[in-house]
């Protein structure tokens, strides 16, 4: 998750139990825990973008035989 500091001034949270400290408008990778996220957003401070990569891909479509797709 890319997480942008939307403040004038450096601003923290915590991220998997450490402190992550970031400047006015810096970016950085980083995965919180749910409840890190939550209070996190709450703050204000922050922008948060979900990369492509932090999604999981969830392919329900239906599937013919043997798993291959069906037209």
């Known amino acids: 998750m890319l ?10 949270f915590y991220a998997r139990d450490e402190l992550v400290l970031l400047e006015p ?9 749910a409840m890190e996220l939550k209070v996190a957003k709450a703050t204000g401070w922050f922008q948060f973008e979900t990369q492509t990569s932090d999604v999981a891909t969830n392919d ?11 037209s």
């Open 25 to 33: 408008g810096e970016q950085r990778e980083v995965a919180p825990s």
């Open 60 to 70: 329900n479509r239906s599937r013919g035989r043997r798993g291959s797709p069906s």
């Open 3 to 12: 997480v942008t500091n939307l403040q004038n001034g450096p601003r923290g």
